[in-house]
């Protein structure tokens, strides 16, 4: 009784965290789903893309944006807030200096032109370019798509999120991808949108109300690599319009920006509005159809009716064998039944080994604990969903979601582990505060995270943004303390658990 209000205060405290997270970081943006609520731009709003960290489908460490001599915003580069998930995940979201605005077109614009690239520096970019490391930009959290050709059938054009940081050319030589041409597609809204904000007003809440307005469905982006003049755009200032036949004909097969020792770089862009006719709601399909799999529900559903139906089959034989062995046994009864016991076959020969106690019973009990947990995260994690609280759109809410499920399944698993102790033992309750303590800390949990200790250290010494903050680190693992594992140590002398058999997880 002593540990109700702990138990108590501890889920309520969790209720509290999950909820957090999902909030948007804004009171007033926790009543709706996450990723469900459209921005719409009037025409000459302001539109902002964002940098994620640089990826590679061959190496598996991600690393910073500005780890590359890149151009830097004007007003500085700040850390967009990120999700639980997302630092999990290596995401490092930061501000780029690509700007425009709703609906206004625009020519190539100058970006910057960077100090002589240094030997150092150079070498870091070919190292990248070897690696295919990718740049991924964001708009209104969509990822930038580009068009690549299909190399087993050139007229097909294939998807893919990113573009690299540069290409070798057959002579050998590395040329930077220094031009983007970015295409914005939008859909117009009809009709008349209510959107309520909480203002920080001395009226408290205030109602907006505005028709129409533009939704971003699609950020596509065609990289090019542009001879630059360096020395004609020495005066240039950033978001200047720069004149240059070679972005008149951007072909990301023609290359021109080569990278050497002590030669600047210069960035441009040009950005066009498309107008589509897709639906906001549908715009993650071209990302979630990408891959080009596609899901073969008719097969799986057959798959299914097999395995149950094979499942029902050995059910049945399986019943009907042990009803015939049982009536022939209540047929042959006490002192009968001594006497033809070496004739008996079948279930009562294995009865005594199905029912005896194995000779690890707290492993058994432990791993059938977390094995509870982990379906249980599976199928909330799941059921949450297909409700749409854990969609594309909000970014490393898939992660967050299992992680908080995980350490809160932590009841499940001691409860699990408890009742299969109780009654392996014949109902004996002796341990079972060591089998609920071992439970929540002492095998998977434990390894998983000595496992994820050490891969963090070597992400920290590559400076991998994979690499987990030293904050969240501390606090992923005061988490796991807290919420998962019991408040009490094990004691020798241990007493009867509790009437309902769960275990003293807070």
């Known amino acids: 009784m002593a540990m109700a209000p702990r138990s108590t205060f501890t889920a309520v405290s969790t209720l509290m965290f999950v909820l957090l997270i999902y909030s948007g970081r804004s009171p007033a943006a926790a009543f709706y789903l996450p990723g469900s609520y459209p921005h719409r731009y009037r025409p000459g709003d302001a539109l902002a893309a964002k940098v994620n960290s640089l990826t590679s489908p061959s190496s598996k460490l991600p690393y910073p944006y500005y780890s590359l001599p890149f151009c830097a915003p004007q007003d500085g580069v700040r850390r967009a807030a990120e999700s639980l998930g997302e630092l999990l995940l290596g995401d490092r979201i930061e501000t780029s200096p690509y700007r425009f605005s709703m609906l206004n077109n625009t020519a190539a614009l100058f970006l910057c032109r960077t100090d002589p690239v240094a030997p150092a520096a150079a070498e870091l970019i070919k190292s990248r370019i070897d690696d295919a490391y990718q740049v991924n930009l964001l708009l209104d959290t969509l990822p930038v798509v580009r068009y690549v050709k299909n190399p087993a059938a050139p007229d097909v054009l294939l998807r893919s999120t990113g573009f690299p940081v540069g290409v070798r050319a057959d002579d050998g030589e590395y040329y930077v991808y220094n031009h983007l041409r970015l295409t914005v597609l939008v859909n117009k809204q009809n009709g008349t949108t209510r959107v309520e904000a909480l203002m920080a007003t001395a009226d408290a809440a205030e109602l907006i109300s505005f028709a129409g307005g533009y939704t971003v469905i699609g950020f596509e982006v065609v990289p090019c690599s542009v001879d630059h003049d360096a020395a004609a755009v020495r005066g240039k200032k950033m978001y200047d319009e720069i004149a240059s036949k070679a972005t008149a004909g951007c072909d990301p097969s023609v290359v021109g920006m080569r990278l050497q020792d002590g030669r600047p770089l210069v960035f441009s862009y040009e950005v066009s509005f498309v107008e589509s006719s897709v639906e906001w709601p549908s715009r993650w399909d071209a990302y979630l159809e990408m891959g080009g799999a596609k899901v073969h529900w008719f097969s799986i559903l057959n798959s299914i009716v097999v395995v149950a139906f094979l499942a029902a089959i050995v059910l049945v034989i399986l019943l009907r064998t042990v009803r015939r062995d049982l009536a022939q046994y209540e047929e042959l009864g006490g002192e009968a039944g001594g006497a033809h016991a070496d004739e ?10 199905v029912f005896r106690e194995p000779s690890h019973p707290v492993l058994l009990c432990v791993l059938v604990g977390d094995g509870v947990r982990i379906l249980g995260m599976g199928v909330v994690t ?16 898939l992660v967050t979601g299992m992680l908080c499920l995980y350490l809160v399944m932590g009841a499940a698993a001691g409860y699990a582990a408890v009742s299969l102790w109780k009654t392996l033992r014949q109902g004996d309750t002796a341990g079972w505060r060591s089998v609920a303590w071992r439970s929540s800390f002492a095998v998977f949990p434990a390894v998983g995270f000595a496992v994820f200790t050490a891969l963090n250290c070597l992400l920290w010494y590559n400076g991998s943004t994979g690499a987990v903050p030293l904050l969240l680190f501390v606090g992923v693992l005061l988490l796991w303390l807290l919420v998962s ?8 002398a241990a007493s009867s658990p509790p009437a309902s058999g769960t275990s003293s997880t807070p």
């Open 344 to 353: 008996l076959a079948g279930w009562k020969l294995v009865a005594a080994d």
């Open 382 to 397: 799941i059921l949450f969903a297909a409700l749409g609280f854990m969609s594309p759109a909000s970014r490393g809410a």
């Open 485 to 492: 594992v019991p408040c009490r140590s094990p004691s020798p």
